[in-house]
């Protein structure tokens, strides 16, 4: 089939197409208007949203080389998101599909963030344990088929890409803080601070203590010296993504041993970090894992995930009809 997908869940607006399974477009419009704000800011989101979706989409088709009359369906993000950014690309989703008379897809963008794994090779064999990490959610999910997964782990507070963007903020780097974090910490010593890492029963995580306590940390040693923070900055970013790697990474050496999985993916905004990266393949030595790490251009958030969950629904015949709605806490 050929389909097209539209993501729109929080500040960037993309649109793909595939065919066949295989991705012929991927076009993504971030939002630049919340640098200022220094966080996302939903009203501002969804209006953007509003200006991009029809280039983006046009983009999407003519670098495809797809006309709209070939298409066979049009999928979109429906949750979890911003209410107001995901109206933009459901109600864009649903308009087109009722005009051009074919049917529409609903993607679940959790479940999207994994199958990006399935864009290109190697694919990860069932069942395989992802470590879901993004901006908004944190979880170990036990794949056992395209759609057919479980969340066994999850925060229990703060995301780790919002542990990320805050400390980031804190260290008054500029936003978006996560990326602007990785690139100062490659220039570090990881091991130069020690923080408290939280301690959650079985999968599970938090993250907003670590948080606190890097607040109390930069307020202690910047009483004695100014230019603490400047002085170290590097170090202290590599410390804090240490940190926050390792609390990641052990919860998923658990969850391997004790379902006797050896496929280990990452997936979401954060598994572009380098450290985790590089220590997932450390890991994959030390523990015998197959891993599987995405492209940077299927980490964060994009279409080409959207487009390749939808090719599984449309395979199973998972439609959804013009009464569906955006669901801001989608669970699957
Ligand atoms: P969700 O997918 O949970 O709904 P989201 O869509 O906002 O949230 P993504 O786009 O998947 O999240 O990921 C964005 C997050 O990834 C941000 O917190 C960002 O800081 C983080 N991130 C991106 N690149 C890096 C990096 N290199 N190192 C650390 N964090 C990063
Ligand atoms: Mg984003
Ligand atoms: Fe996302």
Redesign the pocket.
């Known amino acids: 089939p050929t389909i097209l997908a539209i993501e729109s869940?929080?500040?960037?607006t993309s649109a793909a197409v595939i065919r066949g399974g295989k991705v012929l477009s991927n076009v993504i419009a971030t939002q630049a208007v919340h640098e200022k704000y220094g966080g996302v800011v939903p009203e501002l989101a969804s209006r953007a949203h509003q200006q991009n979706i029809i280039p983006v989409v046009q983009q999407a088709l003519s670098t495809a080389n797809v006309n709209k009359t070939d298409l066979n369906a049009v999928a979109f993000t429906r949750g979890?998101?911003l209410l107001g950014a995901l109206l933009v690309g459901s109600s864009f989703a649903k308009s087109f599909a009722l005009g051009l008379n074919i049917p529409l897809i609903d993607v679940n963008?959790?479940q999207a963030?994994i199958l990006a794994h399935f864009i290109d090779d190697p694919k990860p064999n069932f069942p395989f344990l992802c470590l879901t990490v993004?901006?908004?959610?944190t979880q170990v999910v036990l794949v056992k088929d395209h759609l057919d997964m479980e969340i066994i782990g999850q925060t229990t507070d703060d995301?780790v890409?919002?542990a990320?963007?805050k400390t980031a903020k804190m260290l008054g780097l500029p936003y978006?803080?996560?990326?602007m974090?990785?690139k100062t910490a490659a220039q570090g010593n990881p091991k130069a601070f020690e923080f408290p890492v939280g301690n959650m029963p079985g999968y599970d995580f938090s993250f907003s203590g670590i948080k606190t306590s890097v607040l109390y940390f930069l307020k202690d040693k910047t009483k004695d010296n100014p230019n603490f923070v400047q002085e170290n900055l590097a170090d202290i970013c590599a410390s804090v993504q240490y940190t926050l790697i390792k609390t990641l990474l052990k919860k998923v050496v658990l969850a391997a041993k004790d379902l006797g999985i050896k496929e280990v993916a990452i997936a979401?905004?954060?598994s572009?970090?380098?450290g985790l990266r590089q220590a997932l393949q450390d890991y994959a030595k030390k523990y015998d894992w197959n891993v599987y790490i995405p492209a940077f251009q299927y980490?964060?958030?994009n279409a080409g995930m959207i487009a390749i969950t939808a090719h599984y629904q449309y395979l199973k015949g998972d439609f959804a009809d013009q009464y569906v709605s955006p669901e801001p806490r989608m669970k699957f």
């Open positions: 869940s929080c500040d960037e979890p998101g963008h959790m963030h993004s901006g908004g959610h995301a890409g919002e990320f963007d978006p803080g996560g990326p974090l990785d979401g905004g954060v572009a970090n380098s980490c964060t958030d």
